[in-house]
């Protein structure tokens, strides 16, 4: 079995997975599909702090890459995508004590739709950020965007089961 490690090597991993984050979210600006990749790397990160620090060191990380996100991040769309959606490994963890595979699914779905189009009203109506609706790309675009976006979610919900599985593995070895 793993040791544990300690608070020093806690905030030691906290920190620079927090730096490494950041990192990555500044990337969102550089490649047109970084807007959705380097938000969901960054989440990623999360699930090593959640295992060896707990939920209240993992909440405490995911708002500070939030916040220096917010504020490094030269893509507002990006740290938008981050501040309502990278917390998803922490609650993911409840969401998977729904016995009903169904239920469980459905929380899935209500989650990531509730959070990304908040994500969306914010940057439309606080951050104004009008640029996301000059976009004329149709109702059957939009619906097909809504349906890939989903899809993706469940992937990424996919990886994070193989990436955890595979973390505890390796850590206890």
Same mark, same amino acid.
């Given at each position: 079995?793993?040791?544990? &490690?300690?608070?020093?090597?806690?905030?030691?991993?906290?920190?620079?997975?927090?730096? *490494?984050?950041?990192?990555?979210?500044?990337? @969102?600006?550089?490649?047109?599909?970084?807007?959705?990749?380097?938000?969901?790397?960054?989440?990623?990160?999360?699930?090593?702090?959640?295992?060896?620090?707990?939920?209240?060191?993992?909440?405490?990380?995911?708002?500070?890459?939030?916040?220096? $996100?917010?504020?490094?991040?030269?893509?507002?769309?990006? +740290?938008?995508?981050?501040?309502?959606? @990278?917390?998803?490994?922490?609650?993911?963890?409840?969401?998977?004590?729904?016995?009903?595979? /169904?239920?469980?699914?459905?929380?899935? *779905?209500?989650?990531?739709?509730?959070?990304? @189009?908040?994500?969306?009203?914010?940057?439309?109506?606080? /951050?104004? =950020?009008? $640029?996301?609706?000059?976009?004329?790309? @149709?109702?059957?675009?939009?619906? +097909?965007?809504?349906? =890939?976006?989903?899809?993706?979610?469940? =992937? &990424?919900?996919?990886? &994070?089961?193989?990436?955890?599985?595979?973390?505890?593995?390796?850590?206890?070895?």
């Amino acid at each position: 079995m793993g040791k544990k &490690l300690g608070k020093a090597g806690q905030m030691a991993l906290g920190g620079t997975l927090a730096a *490494l984050a950041v990192c990555i979210m500044t990337f @969102g600006a550089l490649i047109p599909a970084a807007t959705f990749c380097c938000p969901a790397i960054a989440s990623v990160m999360l699930v090593a702090v959640l295992r060896e620090c707990g939920t209240s060191v993992a909440w405490a990380w995911y708002l500070a890459v939030a916040v220096l $996100s917010c504020l490094l991040s030269p893509d507002p769309e990006a +740290a938008a995508v981050f501040v309502f959606l @990278g917390y998803y490994p922490i609650i993911r963890r409840k969401l998977h004590c729904i016995s009903s595979k /169904v239920l469980r699914t459905v929380c899935k *779905l209500a989650y990531f739709n509730v959070s990304a @189009g908040a994500a969306y009203l914010v940057l439309l109506y606080v /951050v104004g =950020l009008e $640029s996301l609706l000059e976009e004329n790309v @149709g109702v059957w675009l939009t619906i +097909a965007t809504l349906g =890939l976006s989903n899809v993706t979610f469940f =992937l &990424l919900d996919t990886v &994070l089961a193989r990436l955890t599985k595979l973390y505890e593995t390796k850590r206890n070895k």
